[in-house]
């Protein structure tokens, strides 16, 4: 039997779907996917006060802060990323998303000056994480984190785990530009064109793997009469406006995924393909 619900979480809607022998057995699956799914959030969201991010973000420029073995081994993996990717992939960007989320409001293009006041603080080589004590702690004033590149894949990941704790088989987590779906037999991913919503323009098949888009299509800003997109390049401190529509990464987790598409995004065609190249278990369709 199937059951197949959608909530709202993490900023935009979070669809969970079981196969089961029961309609029980599947209703009780899917409502423990969300319920790990909403704990996830509410350790991760920055937009939630209470949050552990939040409180890394409050307090980290200030003094170490003590986290559970799960955010803190979450944060060094974020760390990790940072260093593969060659600072593509960098959870310090939210003072530039914070600007330019501004700038929308105000119409107004950040002006340089204000472009290297936020670059001054980020940089993820200015996390230092504590092994023993499990604290992290930022070297800069005024440092935050964003955790929406790894974050949702993350939960994903975890949801997942918890539907194969329950003996479940044939299942899909989605949260719109991540997907995992857990199956024997072969599902198919169609890839939408980035500027033609609806139009399929290939498929890539799932088959107990994940896969994730990062694109600027649906999520941008009208600033001045240009649009901008909303991913970050942490090098520049400007929205992405490289050679790329969108980029689709299949691989084992969908947390992996989820860094592996945003950061090819970031890099552009040619060293983003490099970069894919370098995990065995991952493929991509770049537009």
């Known amino acids: 039997m199937k059951c ?9 809607l979070v669809e969970v779907e079981a196969d089961a022998d029961t ?23 920055k937009f939630m006060p209470d949050s552990v991010v939040s409180r890394i973000n409050r307090l980290a420029s200030e003094e170490p802060v003590a986290v559970s073995p799960e955010v803190f081994n979450l944060l060094r993996e974020s760390l990790r990323f940072s260093e593969l990717t060659e600072g593509a992939f960098d ?3 939210n003072p530039l998303i914070e600007l330019w989320n501004d700038a929308c409001l105000k119409d107004r293009v950040p002006r340089p000056h204000a472009i290297r006041e936020a670059l001054f603080r980020t940089g ?4 230092r994480l504590d092994e023993a004590d499990h604290t992290v702690f930022f070297e800069r004033p005024d440092m935050e984190i964003d955790l929406g590149a ?13 539907l194969r704790g329950r003996g479940i088989r044939k299942a899909m987590v989605s949260t719109g530009s ?17 500027l033609e919503r609806g139009e399929i323009i290939t498929s890539m098949p799932l088959r107990d793997n994940a896969v994730s888009t990062s694109a600027n299509s649906e ?9 901008y997109g909303h991913m970050i390049d942490p090098a520049s401190g400007y929205p ?10 299949v691989t084992t987790s969908a947390m992996i995924a989820d860094v592996l598409s945003t950061s090819a995004f970031v890099l552009g065609r040619q060293a983003g393909r490099r970069l894919i190249a370098r995990w065995d278990c991952a493929e991509a369709f770049i537009l």
Request: charged fraction near 25%; aromatic fraction near 8%; glycine fraction near 10%.
């Open 124 to 127: 993820h080589q200015h996390i």
């Open 91 to 93: 959870i310090t960007v």
């Open 23 to 45: 309609r029980h057995a599947a209703v009780n699956a899917v409502e423990t996917a969300f319920e790990e799914l909403k704990r996830v959030e509410k350790l991760l969201s």
């Open 219 to 227: 999520r941008y800003q009208i600033i001045g009469g240009r649009r």
């Open 178 to 194: 991540t997907i995992f779906c857990l199956d024997d037999t072969v599902s198919w991913f169609g890839v939408e064109h980035p």
């Open 4 to 12: 197949a619900r959608m909530r709202y979480l993490m900023g935009g």
């Open 150 to 162: 790894i974050g949702k894949g993350y939960a994903v990941d975890r949801a997942v785990k918890i």
């Open 240 to 249: 992405v406006a490289g050679d790329l529509l969108s980029v689709s990464v």
